[in-house]
């Protein structure tokens, strides 16, 4: 047993903090795909209610690209935007105004 404690807390003490991540929320009614304007790929999947702790460089805040957009897209082809400037300890609460 103390094995098993000793991993959960050596894994944990490897997660980031809260503030250290960039938050992406879905508040809105649908699923979304998240993706960067960038390369309209996407690399995310988020249900409403859904959120996600996503890394982000501080670059990202202080120096943005300017097309460091992020794009999330409703099942009903709803468009929501975010960015340039994504920095650590914030979130993107989409579909919430």
């Not at 980031?16 to 996407?42: C, D, L």
């Not at 097309?67 to 009903?76: G, K, Q, R």
């Amino acid at each position: 047993m103390g094995l098993v404690i000793v991993g959960a807390l050596a894994s944990s003490a490897c997660q980031p903090r809260a503030e250290a991540m960039f938050h992406i929320i879905n508040y809105s009614q649908e699923t979304v795909t998240v993706g960067w304007k960038s390369n309209g790929g996407s690399f995310l999947t988020l249900d409403p209610g859904e959120g996600y702790p996503y890394g982000v460089a501080d670059s990202d805040c202080t120096n943005p690209e300017p097309d460091a957009i992020l794009i999330a897209t409703s099942e009903t082809g709803k468009i929501y935007t975010y960015g340039p400037r994504i920095c650590r300890g914030t979130s993107w609460l989409i579909g919430k105004q």
